[in-house]
C-alpha cells in the first residue's frame, strides 16, 4: 500500500526581534522540530512564522489577546487552518532562558520544547481541561522523540 506524502512546510520564517544573539541553529532546529510535529499529527502547513522578542512584547500581546498581564514564554496564532494549517509562534527568549536555567537544561533545550507545543497549539491543541492535557503532552513526548 502506498505511503501518503505530508506537505512540509511551503514558508517557515524564522527571525529575531531581541537584543540577544539568536541560538546559532536555532532556524534548523525550528525546521526540524516542525518536521517531527509533521510526522506525528500528519498535519499539512502553509506559512508559518516564529518570531523571538523582548519580554515587554510578549507581556503587550499576552494582555492584548489572551487578557493576561504577564510575560509568557509563548504566544500561537492560526491564521488558516484549512486546507494548511498556517500561522506564527511568538517566543520570549528571556522568557526560555529563565525557564531552561529554573528545569536545569539548555537553552536549545527549552527552545525545542517551547516549538513543539507552540506548533500543536496551531494546530488546535490546548491544555485547559485535563484530558487534553493529558493529549497535548503525549504528543509532544511523541514529537520530542522523533526531532
Keep these: 500500500m502506498p505511503t501518503r506524502?505530508?506537505?512540509?512546510?511551503?514558508?517557515?520564517?524564522?527571525?529575531?526581534?531581541?537584543?540577544?544573539?539568536?541560538?546559532?541553529?536555532f532556524k534548523a532546529q525550528a525546521s526540524r522540530c516542525l518536521r517531527a510535529v509533521t510526522q506525528v499529527t500528519k498535519a499539512s502547513w502553509?506559512?508559518?512564522?516564529?518570531t523571538l522578542v523582548e519580554p515587554?512584547?510578549?507581556?503587550?500581546?499576552?494582555?492584548?489577546?489572551?487578557q493576561h498581564d504577564w510575560v509568557t514564554d509563548v504566544l500561537s496564532f492560526?491564521?488558516?487552518?484549512?486546507?494548511l494549517v498556517s500561522g506564527e509562534l511568538i517566543?520570549?527568549?528571556?522568557q526560555a532562558q529563565t525557564q531552561a536555567k529554573r528545569h536545569g537544561w539548555s537553552l536549545t533545550?527549552?527552545?525545542?520544547?517551547?516549538?513543539?507545543?507552540?506548533?500543536?497549539h496551531l494546530l488546535g491543541y490546548d491544555h485547559i481541561k485535563a484530558a487534553d492535557r493529558m493529549v497535548?503532552?503525549?504528543?509532544?513526548?511523541?514529537?520530542?522523540a522523533k526531532s
Excluded at 56 to 66: E, V
Excluded at 91 to 94: A, G, K, Y
Excluded at 136 to 144: A, F, G
Design 136 to 144: 497535548m503532552r503525549q504528543l509532544e513526548q511523541l514529537v520530542v
Design 109 to 120: 533545550k527549552e527552545l525545542q520544547l517551547l516549538l513543539i507545543h507552540g506548533f500543536l
Design 91 to 94: 517566543i520570549c527568549l528571556v
Design 56 to 66: 515587554q512584547i510578549s507581556r503587550q500581546l499576552n494582555r492584548s489577546y489572551r
Design 78 to 83: 492560526t491564521y488558516e487552518v484549512k486546507p
Design 5 to 25: 506524502r505530508l506537505k512540509m512546510v511551503s514558508k517557515l520564517m524564522v527571525s529575531n526581534n531581541t537584543a540577544l544573539a539568536m541560538p546559532l541553529r
Design 46 to 50: 502553509g506559512e508559518v512564522g516564529v
